[in-house]
T-cell receptor, first 114, second 114 residues
């Protein structure tokens, strides 16, 4: 996990509130990926972003979820009007543009909706 | 959907080699084989990757068959800290017309015992 920083590590939200998860990629990495892991389940791809562009959002729920990776600053995964089913670990990974290079993951944000 | 098949679980004695198999019979010529592991609920950790040649690093060795339809990850001297879920992933290269995201399957749950 070479330098991908996610914050907060733990986030508690009440139903109906908004959750903002931040991911700072490894310096120099221009690609960011978000994954969700429900309790006792595998990692599910959500979205793949490059700076200022969404490349693939095929794993994103159609409503309430959005992601961005601005020119400056971290990538943000935003969940509006959270529900209990959104409780999960959310992992971010980053990689440089070269296609054959490994992606590094952060330690995740554990979202609990109460 | 994941393009790989792995056994759901394996056991290994501490100090012995752990050999984790993976089938990827539909792999195409520009796709790499990547291995990651997830220890408990931490972020996935990159282990190794390869295209067609066998690879070795400080963590493991990757043996890819000549037809590239299967591979084996070898942990030469397993320790208790290697207990984790191991994921074999086929990943395309952006620069050869493939796709860059990692799709995780169910993986192999490796238990290393004393």
């Amino acid at each position: 996990n070479a330098g991908v920083m996610q914050n907060p590590r733990h986030l508690v939200r009440r139903r109906g509130q908004e959750a903002r998860l931040r991911c700072s990629p490894v310096k120099g990495h221009s690609h960011v990926y978000w994954y969700r892991q429900l309790p006792e389940e595998g990692l599910k791809f959500m979205v793949y972003l490059q700076k200022e562009n969404i490349i693939d959002e095929s794993g994103m729920p159609k409503e309430r979820f959005s992601a961005e990776f601005p020119k400056e600053g971290p990538s943000i995964l935003r969940i509006q009007q959270v529900v209990r089913g959104d409780s999960a670990a959310y992992f971010c990974a980053s990689s440089p543009p070269e296609g054959s290079t490994e992606a590094f993951f952060g330690q995740g944000t554990r979202l609990t909706v109460v | 959907d994941a393009k790989t098949t792995q056994p759901p679980s394996m056991d290994c004695a501490e100090g012995r080699a752990a050999n984790l198999p993976c089938n990827h019979s539909t792999i195409s010529g520009n796709e790499y084989v990547y291995w990651y592991r997830q220890i408990h609920s931490q972020g996935p950790q990159y282990i190794i990757h390869g295209l067609k040649n066998n690879e070795t690093n400080e963590m493991a060795s990757l043996i890819i068959t000549e037809d590239r339809k299967s591979s084996t990850l070898i942990l030469p001297h397993a320790t208790l800290r290697d207990t984790a879920v191991y994921y074999c992933i086929v990943r395309g290269s952006m620069f050869s017309g493939g796709y860059n995201k990692l799709i995780f399957g169910a993986g192999t749950r490796l238990a290393v015992h004393p």
